[in-house]
């Protein structure tokens, strides 16, 4: 089987190591991409790969959305009949453009070819596959004239949900309720602004608490994370991508991990952080409301609720922590197991750059 990733970073390349470690008996052939350079990645796969693709035929490919497979298939005649599971760890239809870019059809236009082409879609959320089938119909419904009927339930037909599976983090010996975590991207899907102000509010009203503002940061210092070093620097008590034994560490002694993310497919960061005891504070929107219960989530974008309920976390108690243990490899290999023809026949690993 092959296995096409168009675009490795950090969920993409977690799920399919996943796969080929756990499914060691498929004889799996990759061809992977690194995560940078979206635009190219997205379009430009088919040429990336031009000349890289093995000899032999394979009985079946998994790739994911990122993946030009329209063009692929069309560009290799041979793969044409080849039964492909389309992999969406992300949907371009629910991805919020920003500040200074220039909205695109093209990416939209790339994945929805990709999932014509393929034979079954699979999806790590129900909001994934719900936002992408909707996007779907929406831009066909602007199209000037020839719009074919019925796109969005064609695809919907051979839609399934299974999301990356999540490693728990170990609980620590002591939890310390006032810590708060922050483990995104400090950019603008994630609207760290947001965040910044709600913490920066609660010191002004003398709240007690620390931060572990964690994840990877662009090459200028975004202004919010200036503001937050600047005012705040005694409660900051890691700031930066650390390694990952300090960071199941602080993961498993916080009290709260919060999101303000403008977009989330599955957040793997929260469900790490909430199966290491950390209570989630997250939109009320996105992937959030399959996961936690209403009172772990407030209105999305009101930073002023997001301060209130810290506040009241800070200063009452926490809420009782989460079970998330849906999201773990052992209650989601079975599903993997099912969507994967030739689990069980033997063979080996075969990867490739």
Known sequence: MWLLSAYRADSHAAWSDWLVSRFEHIQWQRLELPGRHFRWRIRGNPLSWLAQLPADQPDRMIATSMVDLATLKGLHPRLAQVPVDYYFHENQFAYPPGEHQV?????????????????????????????????????????????PRHVGARLARKSVVCPVPVKPVTQGVERDPRLIVWNHRWEYDKAPEVFAAAVRQLAADGVDFRLALLGPRPRRTPPSLAVLRRELAARIVADGKVERARYEQLLGTAGIVVSTALHEFQGL???????????????????????????????????????ARLAQWLEVALPPPVDVSAWYEQALEPAWRQLLPGAGARARVRPMS
């Open 269 to 307: 960061a929260v469900l790490e952080a909430a199966s290491a005891g950390a209570r989630p504070l997250v939109p009320d929107a996105l992937c959030y409301p399959e996961q936690y219960a209403a009172a772990y989530r407030y209105p999305p974008g009101d930073g002023a609720a997001l301060r």
């Open 103 to 147: 909205r695109s059809v093209e990416p939209q236009m790339v994945q929805l070819y990709g999932a014509l082409a393929a034979e079954r879609l699979i999806f790590n959320s129900a909001f994934n596959r719900d936002s992408f089938i909707d996007g779907v119909d929406h831009l066909i419904r602007r199209m000037p004239d020839e719009r």
